[in-house]
C-alpha cells in the first residue's frame, strides 16, 4: 500500500499494510539532521516530507491558512491573520518554534475593524495543490493533507484570553466572532474538499491539561453547531476531518463524535484526568472514532527507552487491531526529545506495527 492508502483504510476501521504514522508538528533539529536532512530544506514541504519519508511518517501536512498579516518591527515574528501575535523562539540545536505572543485585539471593536480571512486567497490552494504535487513526485510514500485553522483555538488566542473571556459574557458579540470563524473553516473545507482533499485537519484546541477552556455549554452553543456543518460538508464530498485538540475533553467527547469528527489528535496521556485515557476511551468509542497519537512527548525527552518501548508496544496492541489508530506522539517532537528515545518509539513501530497485529502481552 501507499501512504494514502494505507491512512484512508485505517479511518475507515479496516486493516491496512501495517500501522500509519503521523506527527502533527515535528521541531527537532538534532532528530532531522540524524536522518540526514539539512534542517533549512526541512522548513519547506520537500525536506520535510522528505524526512518524512524517511522516518517513515506516512501522514504529512500542507498549511492553507495561519497566514501573516503584519510583520513586526525588528523581524521578530508577525500577526497572523486572526489577530495572534506569532514569535519565533530559538533553541540551542538551532530549532526555530512559532510561538504564540498573545492577542492583538484589545476589545471588540479592534476586531470587528480587523479584515476577515479569505477562502478564496489563491495561495491557500495553491500550497494544498504543491504539497499533493510533492507526495506524487515521492511515489505516494508520503500522503499530504491540508491543514486549517478552525473555531476555538484561533479565537481566543486573537483576543487573549482575559479579552476573550469578556467577550464571552456578551453573547452577541461571542457569536459574531464564532459565526466568523465558522463560516470561514466551513468555505476553507469546502474548497479544499472539492479539489480531491481527501482529510483536512483543523487546527482547534478545545483545553488545556486540567479542563476545558470555557464551558460545555459554550461549545455546543457556539462551537459544534459549526463543526456538525464542516463535518457533513466534508463528508457530502468523500473527505474526512482530523481535528487536532491539546487538553482535556472528556467533558464534550461525545459532542466531538456526535458533530462528526472522524480522526481526533493527540489524545494527550499527559492531563490531569485519569478518566482521559485512550485505552478507556477507545473501549468505548474505538468503533466511532479513529485516534491518532498518545505516546508522551515528557516519556520522550526523560523517560527510560523501555518505557517508551512497553507504551508503544501496548498502544499498537491494544488500539491498532481492526485499524482506527494511527501511531504517534501525544503531542509533537519538540526539541526536548532525543534521538534514542524518537528511534525507540519507531523502532517498535516498525517491528511490530506490521498486519496482522501480534505483539506478545
Same mark, same amino acid.
Given at each position: 500500500?501507499?501512504?494514502?492508502?494505507?491512512?484512508?483504510? !485505517?479511518?475507515?476501521?479496516?486493516?491496512?499494510?501495517?500501522? +500509519?504514522?503521523?506527527?502533527?508538528?515535528?521541531?527537532?533539529? !538534532?532528530?532531522?539532521?540524524?536522518?540526514?536532512?539539512?534542517?533549512?530544506?526541512?522548513?519547506?514541504?520537500?525536506?520535510?516530507? #522528505?524526512?518524512?519519508?524517511?522516518?517513515?511518517?506516512? %501522514?504529512?501536512?500542507?498549511?492553507?491558512?495561519?497566514?501573516?498579516?503584519?510583520?513586526?518591527?525588528?523581524?521578530?515574528?508577525?500577526?497572523?491573520?486572526?489577530?495572534?501575535?506569532?514569535?519565533?523562539?530559538?533553541?540551542?540545536?538551532? !530549532?526555530?518554534?512559532?510561538?504564540?505572543?498573545?492577542?492583538?485585539?484589545?476589545?471588540?471593536?479592534?476586531?470587528?475593524?480587523? *479584515?476577515? +480571512?479569505?477562502? &478564496?486567497?489563491?495561495?491557500?490552494?495553491?500550497?494544498?495543490?504543491?504539497?499533493?504535487?510533492?507526495?506524487?513526485?515521492?511515489?505516494?510514500?508520503?500522503?499530504?493533507?491540508?491543514?486549517?485553522?478552525?473555531?476555538?483555538?484561533?479565537?481566543?488566542?486573537?483576543?487573549?484570553?482575559?479579552?476573550?473571556?469578556?467577550?464571552?459574557?456578551?453573547?452577541?458579540?461571542?457569536?459574531?466572532?464564532?459565526?466568523?470563524?465558522? *463560516?470561514?473553516?466551513?468555505?476553507?473545507?469546502?474548497?479544499?474538499?472539492?479539489?480531491?482533499?481527501?482529510?483536512?485537519?483543523?487546527?482547534?484546541?478545545?483545553?488545556?491539561?486540567?479542563?476545558?477552556?470555557?464551558?460545555?455549554?459554550? @461549545?455546543?452553543? @457556539?462551537?459544534?453547531?459549526?463543526?456538525?456543518?464542516?463535518?457533513?460538508?466534508?463528508?457530502?464530498?468523500?473527505? *474526512?476531518?482530523?481535528?487536532?485538540?491539546?487538553?482535556?475533553?472528556?467533558?464534550?467527547? #461525545?459532542?466531538?463524535?456526535?458533530?462528526?469528527?472522524?480522526? %481526533?489528535?493527540?489524545? #494527550?496521556?499527559?492531563?490531569? &484526568?485519569?478518566?482521559?485515557?485512550?485505552? *478507556? %476511551?477507545?473501549?468505548?468509542?474505538?468503533?466511532?472514532?479513529?485516534?491518532?497519537?498518545?505516546?508522551?512527548?515528557?516519556?520522550? /525527552?526523560?523517560?527510560?527507552?523501555?518505557?517508551?518501548?512497553?507504551?508503544?508496544?501496548?498502544?499498537?496492541?491494544?488500539?491498532?487491531?481492526?485499524?482506527?489508530?494511527?501511531?504517534?506522539?501525544?503531542?509533537?517532537?519538540?526539541? /526536548?526529545?532525543?534521538?534514542?528515545?524518537?528511534?525507540?518509539?519507531?523502532?517498535?513501530?516498525?517491528?511490530?506495527? /506490521?498486519?496482522?497485529? &501480534?505483539?506478545?502481552?
Amino acid at each position: 500500500m501507499d501512504a494514502q492508502e494505507r491512512v484512508i483504510t !485505517t479511518v475507515n476501521h479496516e486493516e491496512p499494510d501495517r500501522v +500509519p504514522a503521523f506527527e502533527s508538528a515535528f521541531t527537532n533539529n !538534532t532528530i532531522v539532521k540524524h536522518y540526514g536532512v539539512d534542517p533549512r530544506r526541512a522548513g519547506g514541504y520537500k525536506g520535510m516530507y #522528505e524526512f518524512s519519508r524517511r522516518v517513515g511518517i506516512d %501522514l504529512v501536512l500542507s498549511f492553507v491558512s495561519l497566514y501573516p498579516r503584519e510583520f513586526l518591527k525588528g523581524g521578530k515574528g508577525f500577526i497572523d491573520e486572526y489577530g495572534r501575535i506569532m514569535k519565533m523562539e530559538p533553541y540551542k540545536d538551532g !530549532t526555530q518554534i512559532l510561538a504564540y505572543h498573545g492577542g492583538s485585539f484589545k476589545n471588540f471593536e479592534d476586531y470587528e475593524s480587523f *479584515k476577515q +480571512p479569505d477562502p &478564496n486567497l489563491k495561495a491557500r490552494i495553491d500550497n494544498f495543490l504543491l504539497g499533493r504535487k510533492i507526495q506524487k513526485e515521492m511515489n505516494n510514500e508520503v500522503f499530504s493533507i491540508p491543514a486549517t485553522g478552525s473555531l476555538m483555538e484561533c479565537t481566543w488566542e486573537g483576543f487573549g484570553i482575559e479579552v476573550f473571556s469578556r467577550i464571552l459574557a456578551r453573547s452577541k458579540q461571542a457569536k459574531k466572532v464564532f459565526d466568523d470563524r465558522g *463560516k470561514f473553516t466551513l468555505e476553507m473545507v469546502k474548497i479544499l474538499a472539492e479539489n480531491d482533499a481527501k482529510i483536512v485537519l483543523l487546527w482547534d484546541d478545545y483545553g488545556f491539561k486540567n479542563g476545558l477552556f470555557m464551558s460545555p455549554t459554550n @461549545y455546543r452553543k @457556539y462551537v459544534f453547531p459549526w463543526i456538525k456543518q464542516i463535518c457533513e460538508a466534508a463528508h457530502k464530498r468523500e473527505c *474526512k476531518i482530523l481535528l487536532h485538540s491539546d487538553g482535556d475533553l472528556i467533558e464534550i467527547f #461525545e459532542d466531538i463524535i456526535k458533530s462528526g469528527v472522524d480522526i %481526533l489528535n493527540p489524545i #494527550e496521556s499527559t492531563t490531569a &484526568n485519569p478518566e482521559y485515557d485512550i485505552f *478507556k %476511551l477507545n473501549e468505548k468509542y474505538g468503533d466511532k472514532l479513529t485516534f491518532a497519537g498518545n505516546l508522551s512527548p515528557i516519556m520522550l /525527552a526523560m523517560g527510560e527507552i523501555s518505557e517508551i518501548e512497553a507504551y508503544a508496544k501496548r498502544l499498537i496492541r491494544e488500539i491498532a487491531p481492526g485499524g482506527g489508530y494511527i501511531f504517534s506522539s501525544g503531542h509533537s517532537i519538540n526539541p /526536548a526529545v532525543t534521538v534514542d528515545r524518537f528511534e525507540a518509539m519507531q523502532n517498535i513501530r516498525r517491528k511490530y506495527g /506490521a498486519y496482522p497485529i &501480534n505483539i506478545p502481552d
